[in-house]
């Protein structure tokens, strides 16, 4: 079975190392500032040439309250005005970006992420997706992935019906936890009702697809406790589920200072948390798909990776990874063909920039050929848990084994602790080495070295 894992605690131990989610390769950590607009414009103009499909993603900075955890770009506001300067500035980004694509283009996948992107009024959502069917060519029938995330705590019916006539069919509910005193250690109080509320609304409402995120080794959770929310969360019956690892990381989020270290979990009791949780989904009907993620057999996730289609990119695994994937807003991130490029992270600036015409692009990457390669490697591995060397060796034209010559000790030596299996014509990631599947895809970045691991979380 694609999904079967096998849970080896030394394996684990030796292997769970800090390094990247390879939603890109090569990683975020390695934009530069020499890539800017005008890179962009020439990937735009590629782009259109092809007549691409597209995938856009907008990210809404607000939120109401901050979640210590979190570690996202955000804007931690009570006044809702603020909103609308940012949706102007948000507005002329996508006519400015538009302009230099083809009406024909069709968008397959469109994401709302933040923040909280329901922290917009009614108005302001309808005004914005106005905006985005202006100037993109939006699909009409329903049979587009038109998803965004839900804080249930600023959500409602009403909600739920305006997003759903706005074209949204997906949703993705943050939840993270449902015991009390984990919640008030994290400053994010959510009742069971609350979310289950939402969910109801979703399903009456028609939506096609809802994940649900959870988060392990947060402070004052067990084992215990955190088997009871999963088990509830079971209850509710997303298609999709999504299991993170915390990462504490507070010399580099600020709102992660807030936490107390001691009221952290140990490491043993994060791998009971995520050895306990995997059994109970699996026996709930859930199929690892990797890399923290559970779907039922039905869902087009799991129905990819048996097809052998599943791919991953910013917004995790896809389906639509052929796609040219469009970041609106600040901090947001676009890949374009071989060209990855980011927005600045910096509200005023972003809001600035924009202000005087111009887009606010700030850093980025030009794939080389190497880099087209080992994201080619990275992807199947990550995604589909086996490499074929053949498919490789004609898609870029070298011997496997020769190119990645010096890696070959490395992949010998997992093969040998029974990670991997690694002959001739393939590797293929066995069910014990699932679950560090990264630590296989590490072994094929060829920046990993120069960058400090820090910056990265921990493989479990």
């Excluded at 597209?54 to 570690?71: E, Q």
Aim: proline content about 4%.
């Amino acid at each position: 079975m694609l999904d079967a894992i096998r849970w080896d605690t030394d394996l684990i131990r030796r292997y769970d190392l800090s390094g990247p989610r390879y939603t890109s390769y090569p990683t975020a950590v390695q934009f530069t500032s020499q890539v800017g607009t005008f890179d962009l414009f020439h990937a735009l103009r590629d782009s259109r040439k092809a007549l691409r499909p597209l995938s856009l993603y907008v990210h809404v900075p607000f939120c109401a309250n901050i979640c210590y955890y979190c570690a996202c770009n955000k804007v931690i506001t009570k006044d809702r005005g603020r909103a609308l300067p940012y949706l102007q500035r948000l507005e002329q980004e996508i006519q400015l970006i538009a302009c230099h694509l083809d009406p024909a283009q069709k968008v397959e996948q469109l994401h709302f992420g933040g923040g909280t992107p329901t922290f917009l009024s009614h108005d302001e959502l309808r005004q914005l997706m106005a905006q985005l069917r202006k100037h993109f060519n939006l699909l009409d029938d329903d049979s587009g992935d038109y998803g965004i995330e839900i804080d249930p705590r600023e959500a409602d019916w009403s909600t739920m019906g305006l997003l759903r006539e706005l074209g949204f069919n997906r949703v993705s509910i943050g939840l993270q936890d449902l015991d009390p005193a984990v919640q008030r250690a994290v400053n994010r109080l959510q009742s069971l009702e609350e979310t289950r509320a939402v969910i109801d609304a979703a399903r009456t409402l028609q939506f096609r697809s809802i994940n649900i995120d959870l988060i392990y080794g947060l402070p004052r959770q067990t084992p215990e406790n955190f088997a009871r929310t999963v088990d509830e969360v079971i209850a509710l019956q997303p298609d999709r589920l999504s299991v993170f690892n915390y990462a504490h990381l507070p010399e580099r989020f600020m709102p992660q200072r807030r936490i107390n270290s001691n009221e952290l979990p140990t490491p043993a009791q994060k791998l009971e948390m995520l050895q306990g949780t995997i059994e109970q989904l699996t026996k709930a009907g859930y199929r690892y798909i990797g890399m923290d993620h559970f779907a039922l057999p039905d869902d087009e996730l799991a129905i990819a990776q048996e097809e052998a289609t599943l791919q991953r990119n910013f917004q995790g695994y896809t389906t639509h990874g052929h796609c040219d994937l469009i970041g609106l807003g600040v901090s947001a991130i676009s890949q374009i063909g071989d060209l990855y490029c980011q927005n600045t992270s910096d509200l005023n600036l972003y809001q600035n920039t924009l202000a005087s015409a111009q887009l606010a692009t700030n850093r980025g990457l030009l794939c080389n050929a190497d880099d087209r390669l080992r994201r080619a490697v990275i992807q199947q591995l990550i995604c589909h848990f086996t490499l074929e060397f053949a498919g490789i060796e004609q898609a870029f034209n070298i011997d496997f084994r020769g190119y990645f010559a010096e890696l070959w000790p490395q992949l010998q030596a997992m093969a040998k602790d029974g990670l991997i299996e690694l002959d001739s014509e393939r590797i293929t990631v066995l069910p014990a080495g699932r679950l560090l599947v990264r630590s296989v895809c590490m072994v094929f970045d060829a920046y990993l070295e120069q960058q400090n691991r820090q910056r990265f979380s921990r493989v479990i």
